[in-house]
């Protein structure tokens, strides 16, 4: 980055050192075309002056107007300044380098702006992560405990099922025996335990 400054630098700079006789010739040339375009200039009025003075009254009208149009022409003559190889180089150089330069900013910009916009999703998403984390957290310290299901079992009503099979008709179940209760008379009544 340092280098292409510097080498941008004495690049616009040097056409600036170049030698300046040349400027200074086609100065003495714009000074010598002027004098000598003064020097034609008062001939050429002298030559009309004496026309004015000397001649009949067409020559005088004719003369006076040659006198007011030549005070109103003022003829400019053009001398081409010289080349200066180097300047050249420098006005063809400087457009693309100055192009390189600023794109190279830019990029560096863009870069910039990137790295920076990155930094703050990740600093706003960290910044939500402690948020949300702190309120877990938070939320974790008054949760109950959980449930025990395991003594639901002793809530359970106590429901025992008898199934009765009587085979044959005394109630004898399986081969067993059966006791049949006497039968007694209690208050006028005849019947089993009464």
């Not at 693309?96 to 910039?112: C, F, K």
């Not at 004898?172 to 039968?183: D, I, R, S």
Request: net charge neutral; glycine share 10%.
């Amino acid at each position: 980055m340092k280098r292409a400054a510097w080498i941008c630098l004495v690049a616009m700079l040097l056409p600036g050192c170049s030698t300046t006789q040349a400027y200074q010739q086609y100065a003495l040339a714009i000074q010598h075309a002027s004098e000598a375009r003064s020097a034609a200039q008062v001939e050429q009025s002298k030559a009309i002056m004496q026309l004015a003075l000397s001649g009949d009254a067409t020559t005088k009208t004719v003369a006076v107007m040659l006198l007011a149009m030549q005070a109103g022409a003022k003829e400019q003559v053009q001398i081409e300044p010289p080349k200066n190889e180097a300047l050249q180089w420098a006005q063809l150089l400087t457009g693309p380098l100055t192009a390189i330069g600023l794109g190279w900013y830019g990029y560096r910009v863009a870069t910039t702006q990137s790295n920076n916009a990155a930094n703050v999703a990740i600093a706003s998403y960290g910044s939500m992560e402690n948020i949300a984390g702190a309120g877990f957290a938070t939320i974790g310290q008054f949760r109950p405990t959980p449930f025990d299901w395991s003594g639901l079992s002793s809530l359970q009503p106590n429901i025992t099922n008898t199934t009765t099979t009587t085979i044959g008709g005394d109630g004898v179940v399986n081969g067993g025996t059966v006791t049949k209760p006497a039968t007694t008379t209690c208050n006028g009544t005849t019947g089993v335990n009464c």
